[in-house]
């Protein structure tokens, strides 16, 4: 008998801190945005944090760390307890920072754990409403009979949407020129004042000047039409291949947090992007919820840097 009440003795001690650790987290999960309040970014955390943490059956609170890009936001969750209670909130930009400096400091694929991608949007092509460029075929005629007359803005040189330039005019052999700007605000005003003749920008950030009937979208970056803009066409099917970039957030945690409590986090993300008033929310901000498993992610966050990596070597591009 004694034998057998000293089994169960450590069997309780060594199953009690599993199941603890199951039900991590178990205390207010502190979600850090690199941005500021009131920005895309910081919406589309806040959205989630109320849905995340009914799942989780906690607190999820979002507290913005902006400053050096989003590298203040993830020193700060890099030095935390990896325990599922303070979580980065990260976007695409993380991976092209990372292509353009392999020692950048904290690194995403060395200093984190994924936990999941939450959302995405589609990088988009825009003139104009007036533009005579009505497609993506007019505008590679054009530069290619008067190469290096056209331009295009963006939200400046190390963003996401200068790579998709690049892969358009690798893609296309267009010549076409680079005008960056701080911001894809100030890149779209450009456009709109005939500064600039077209513009790469997320749908997210385009979507109010296509609906005031402001600009035209040519083409969407991506495998697939998004039901957020039907109408407007792949750069595949516009006749230029393998342009595809899509905008993304996700939760990073600290490496080292157990699997455990990263799969439980990943399962609620998953959880929440069912539920049809998260969606909708996210749709009026051309944004839609895009889950993954944390291996998927991962994997995604990997071949993204690989990708821009590529992309910045054969461009030739230089950080500014």
Do not use: C
Not at 73 to 89: E, Q, R
Not at 206 to 223: E, H, I, Q, S, W
Request: proline residues 7%; charged residues 20%.
């Amino acid at each position: 008998m004694r034998a057998i009440r000293a089994a169960i003795v450590v069997t309780a001690a060594v199953l009690a801190p599993l199941a603890a650790l199951a039900q991590s987290p178990d205390r207010p999960v502190m979600l850090v945005v690199g941005a500021s309040p009131g920005g895309g970014v910081d919406r589309t955390a806040r959205i989630l944090a109320q849905e995340l943490g009914a799942r989780l059956h906690v607190d999820v609170v979002v507290e913005n760390r902006a400053g050096g890009g989003t590298r203040l936001a993830g020193d700060y969750v890099a030095k935390a307890a990896p325990d599922g209670h303070t979580l980065l909130f990260t976007t695409g930009e993380s991976t092209v920072d990372l292509a353009f400096d392999a020692h950048a400091t904290p690194s995403i694929l060395r200093d984190f754990t994924p936990v999941t991608r939450v959302a995405v949007t589609p990088t988009i092509l825009v003139v104009r409403a007036s533009s005579p460029m009505k497609s993506v075929g007019d505008v590679v005629a054009r530069a290619q009979r008067e190469p290096g007359k056209l331009n295009y803005s963006t939200a400046g040189v190390k963003s996401t949407m200068h790579l998709v330039g690049e892969i358009f005019k690798r893609e296309s052999r267009a010549d076409i020129v680079h005008i960056p700007y701080k911001g894809s605000v100030p890149a779209l005003t450009a456009l709109m004042g005939g500064d600039v003749d077209m513009t790469f920008v997320s749908l997210a950030s385009a979507l109010p000047y296509l609906d005031a009937g402001k600009l035209r979208a040519l083409a969407v970056a991506d495998t697939r039409r998004t039901p957020l803009a039907p109408n407007v066409p792949t750069f595949a099917e516009a006749g230029v291949r393998d342009v595809v970039s899509v905008i993304w957030n996700g939760i990073l945690a600290p490496v080292g947090t157990p699997v455990a409590v990263v799969e439980r986090i990943a399962n609620a993300v998953a959880g929440v992007s069912s539920s049809p008033a998260y969606r909708r929310q996210l749709a009026t901000m051309a944004e839609q919820p895009a889950p993954t498993s944390p291996a998927q992610f991962g994997t995604m966050l990997r071949d993204d840097v690989a990708t821009y990596a590529r992309i910045i070597g054969s461009a030739g591009i230089l950080a500014e």
